[in-house]
């Protein structure tokens, strides 16, 4: 079963930021948050990924608790482009990745 | 640019009929992967090629099979189709360079039907 638990779905204005959190209560210390997105009929997307500090990159800003038990994936300006399904997954080295549920983001005009 | 490719993008076998599908990649990753995503699912790992060191997840049916000749190219087999493995297949691929943790990049899948 997936490690992660995340919102099956949530909406978000166009322009306004997307926060979507992810609990993985169970982490191990060698474990890394990854976050991916699927838009519709489209292979996977990597978005982001974090060990224990907060990452930023040109799509999102990765936010991890202190304890590593959950974490917040901030896209700072939707568009509706960002209309896709949000997968938030911890693995460690070359492991395949176990996909849960994810969140449907929807982006709303 | 660099990307990971799968040919084709439709497939329709015959039920029982074997198929293959490609997966080819232009990054050098020394790993591979195959997953399998059924509709309004989420995808699912069948196997991975940690270089030629060949991963099969432990609920993976005997069905699928892989293979691997080089680093560039990746196989998936399914020897005797059934109607529920209609799905689309997804390839990713990574740099694992020892322990660390990279991201994984994937194709646009193959999207497979059984008649």
């Known amino acids: 079963d997936a490690k992660t638990t995340q919102p099956p779905s949530m909406d978000c204005a166009e322009g306004r930021a997307a926060n979507l959190p992810c609990n993985h209560s169970?982490?191990?210390?060698?474990?890394?948050v990854y976050w991916y997105r699927q838009i519709h009929s489209q292979g996977p997307q990597y978005i982001i990924h974090?060990?224990?500090n907060n990452e930023t990159n040109e799509m999102a800003s990765l936010i991890i608790t202190e304890d590593r038990k959950s974490s917040t994936l901030i896209l700072p300006h939707a568009t509706l482009r960002d209309t896709a399904v949000y997968y938030c997954?911890?693995?460690?080295?070359?492991?395949?990745?176990?996909f849960g549920k994810g969140t449907h983001l929807i982006i709303q005009p | 640019d660099a990307m990971v490719i799968q040919n084709p993008r439709y497939q329709v076998t015959q039920f029982g009929k074997p198929v293959t599908l490609s997966c080819s990649q232009t990054?050098?990753?020394?790993?591979m992967y195959w997953y399998q995503q059924k509709s309004s699912q989420a995808p699912k790992l069948l196997f991975h090629?940690?270089?030629?060191?060949?991963?099969n997840e432990a609920d993976t049916p005997d069905n699928f099979q892989s293979r691997r000749p080089n680093t560039s190219f990746c196989f998936l087999d399914i020897r005797s189709p059934g109607l529920g493995d209609a799905a689309m297949y997804l390839c990713?691929?990574?740099?694992?360079?020892?322990?660390?943790?990279?991201?994984?990049?994937f194709g646009p899948g193959t999207r497979l039907t059984v008649t």
């Open positions: 990713a691929t990574s740099r694992v360079p020892g322990r660390m943790s990279y991201e994984q990049y």
């Open positions: 169970t982490i191990s210390g060698n474990e890394y």
């Open positions: 974090g060990l224990k």
């Open positions: 997954i911890v693995r460690v080295g070359a492991d395949g990745l176990t």
């Open positions: 990054l050098n990753h020394n790993v």
């Open positions: 090629y940690y270089d030629k060191d060949f991963n």
